[in-house]
């Protein structure tokens, strides 16, 4: 991976570690509720969940599923070096999930009547990654 220094003299960009098994579980198909129940610091199986639960008609818990892969993934960045803003680049896989519950929880805040919250997380996404929320942009 290129590096590049900072021009801006903003934080470097935060790239979190992949969890290989997690990820290999998820996509061989296993079920997003038992990865997340092996592991619960996965944000990317939480994500998975509150996609399918707003696919499914329930705002209300894929709220909950985004929320707690949110939380769990501010949890990992602070972890990996970041100080509350910064990059959060899409291009870095591990990244993604949580940059999705992100997106998942604007989307069911939205959804629920939360609007100040919803474009708190929209601006949050776009902040920490404009891939992401174009990306991401049609699942909203």
């Not at 998820?26 to 639960?53: H, I, M, N, Q």
């Not at 972890?79 to 899409?90: F, L």
Request: aromatic fraction near 8%; include cysteine.
């Amino acid at each position: 991976m290129e590096t590049h220094e900072n021009l801006l003299g903003g934080p470097p960009p935060t790239l979190l570690p992949d969890n290989t098994e997690a990820r290999e579980m998820l996509e061989a198909g296993a079920k997003a509720a038992d990865v997340a129940a092996r592991f619960p610091t996965y944000s990317a199986a939480w994500a998975a969940l509150a996609d399918d639960f707003f696919t499914a008609g329930h705002a209300v818990t894929s709220y909950a599923f985004a929320r707690t892969g949110y939380h769990r993934g501010l949890d990992q960045l602070r972890r990996a070096g970041w100080k509350g803003h910064g990059p959060i680049p899409w291009e870095h896989e591990p990244n993604r999930g949580f940059l999705r519950c992100l997106n998942a929880l604007a989307r069911a805040a939205q959804a629920i009547g939360e609007k100040d919250e919803a474009e708190r997380c929209a601006q949050f996404l776009r902040d920490s990654s404009a891939a992401a929320a174009e990306e991401l942009a049609g699942s909203r």
